[in-house]
């Protein structure tokens, strides 16, 4: 594997259902981030990890839990979801957060994430 | 705060022609980096061209190429003989260290 992988690529789930978004970058990054991607909506970014500590946290509702064990792995949970959370997640890496010359985002294929 | 402003919806351009997609952002911090990324049909997004704010020189990257104006906070990206394999959307970004802030996205079609 190469770059950054996601998986699931697609995901069908209920307002009640708990599941989880996987994320591997293979690039030696020190900086994870997960993004929400929306039709006719700029990239929201969600969440930043800087060597495993959570550094950002945009004002995202509480049903999106992120959690980062390792430098390389990032995780979305996901519980009680909402039919407006629907939309491609999309998870990123970068060298070093903080300074511009080292935060070009890397970016995965994304999650197609449907609630119903 | 920071934007990122991108006009032009949807674009088309012939093969083999040259087309220029539009990019405004604001900012009030001096160290920063401007970006295009591109993001075909069902493909990951990847990467097209970067510039650094305190260069004045434009970057270049094969076929495109930007004209970065700083006073006037532009950014655009000029694809030249544009090929089929440009159809995609394409997302301005800003990153100023703290935070990373992309445009709305202009969906280009390049037509045989």
């Known amino acids: 594997e190469t770059g950054v992988t996601q998986t699931p690529r697609h995901l069908v789930m209920g307002m009640t259902n708990k599941k989880s978004l996987k994320c591997e970058q293979h690039?030696?990054?020190?900086?994870m981030y997960w993004y929400k991607q929306s039709a006719k909506k700029p990239l929201e970014l969600m969440f930043v990890y800087s060597l495993e500590e959570r550094v950002e946290n945009n004002s995202v509702p509480s049903r999106f839990s992120p959690e980062c064990p390792n430098s390389s792995h990032l995780f979305l949970h996901l519980h009680t979801l909402q039919p407006e959370d629907s939309a491609l997640y999309l998870c990123?890496?970068?060298?070093?957060?903080?300074?511009?010359?080292?935060?070009?985002?890397?970016f995965g294929p994304g999650t197609r994430l449907t609630v119903l | 705060a920071q934007t990122v402003t991108q006009s032009q919806p949807e674009m088309s351009v012939q093969e083999a022609e040259t087309v220029t997609l539009s990019c405004t952002y604001d900012?009030?911090?001096?160290?920063?980096?401007l970006f295009w990324y591109k993001q075909p049909p069902s493909r990951q997004m990847i990467l097209v061209i970067r510039?650094?704010?305190?260069?004045?020189q434009n970057a270049t990257e094969n076929r495109f190429s930007v004209n970065f104006q700083k006073a006037a906070k532009s950014f655009s990206l000029k694809i030249s003989d544009s090929q089929l394999g440009d159809t995609a959307m394409y997302f301005c970004?800003?990153?100023?260290?703290?935070?990373?802030?992309f445009g709305t996205g202009t969906s280009l079609t390049v037509i045989p």
């Open positions: 970004a800003l990153s100023t260290g703290n935070q990373f802030y």
């Open positions: 690039l030696g990054h020190n900086a």
């Open positions: 990123a890496s970068s060298q070093a957060w903080g300074d511009p010359s080292y935060n070009e985002q890397f």
């Open positions: 510039q650094e704010a305190y260069k004045q």
């Open positions: 900012t009030s911090e001096s160290n920063y980096y």
